[in-house]
């Protein structure tokens, strides 16, 4: 929704969830702290690195020698210009952009009201590769998924893992969600995780937004390992196998 106090609870329930699972790397949406639900509020709440608000996810990833990554947060660039930006939170390291969103959703989607995301964003232009735990890791932004060349860049820097965190539409999501993600894997010949937000999202003063959900794992093959559904706001734990990139 869009109270970033009351989705960064969220994020905390959802981390205590996960404490005893022993994850090495943990990805969550679009949007993390606050998704636009009223089409005529045309600012975002611009979220600082040096907010308070990272502190007990700072010290979760330092206690679990875990990576948190935030599909996107509206913070600021080097520019001084508004970014949809994925961050970063690495054990014993300050939280980072590491990652602008190229691709701005501009589009007229039937059964859907009219987008414009470069009306609050400035588009980003660099296609970056991190290293987690040995794999290398790319990084996209939901409408990303729909612009091959960016995946052909990364397929030729040895990716083994491409990151889609999303916000999808329904329409577009019931269409092209799971066809775009696996031909990405598939072309790339590496995983794909692409954590999504997920169904009816409301605020007090009645307005509302859908969102496609099925947040998804595919292998190298382009096998669905996991599809969370629609149902609703949940974690998930799945184990990647680095030998399933060299057979395929």
């Known amino acids: 929704g869009d109270d970033v106090k009351e989705n960064l609870r969220a994020v905390e329930s959802a981390l205590n969830e996960l404490r005893s699972k022993k994850c090495d ?43 948190l990554l935030f599909g996107s947060v509206p913070v600021k660039n080097k520019k001084k210009k508004v970014a949809n930006a994925t961050v970063l939170v690495a054990p014993k390291q300050k939280p980072k952009v590491v990652y602008e969103k190229i691709h701005l959703f501009d589009v007229d989607v039937e059964g859907a009201p009219p987008v414009r995301e ?28 729909r612009f091959a060349r960016l995946y052909s860049r990364y397929s030729k820097k040895n990716t083994h893992l491409i990151l889609v965190p999303s916000a999808f539409l329904v329409p577009t999501g019931r269409a092209h969600w799971h066809v775009l993600l696996r031909a990405r894997a598939i072309e790339s010949q590496a995983y794909v995780v692409a954590a999504a937000q997920c169904g009816g999202h409301k605020n007090a003063q009645g307005h509302s937004r859908d969102t496609f959900g099925h947040s998804l794992v595919v292998d190298p093959w382009g096998q669905v390992l996991l599809d969370m559904g629609d149902k609703g706001a949940a974690v998930a734990v799945v184990e990647l196998d680095p030998v399933k990139l060299q057979t395929v």
């Not at 606050?34 to 040096?50: E, F, G």
């Open 118 to 145: 470069s009306d609050h964003f400035a588009h980003g232009e660099k296609p970056p590769v991190l290293k987690i735990k040995n794999w290398n890791v790319a990084l996209s932004i939901c409408y990303d998924v």
């Open 25 to 67: 790397l943990i990805c969550l949406p679009e949007n993390t702290f606050y998704l636009r639900l009223d089409k005529n509020q045309n600012i975002y709440p611009v979220i600082s690195l040096q907010d308070d608000l990272w502190r007990p996810l700072r010290a979760f990833a330092d206690r679990e020698d875990c990576a």
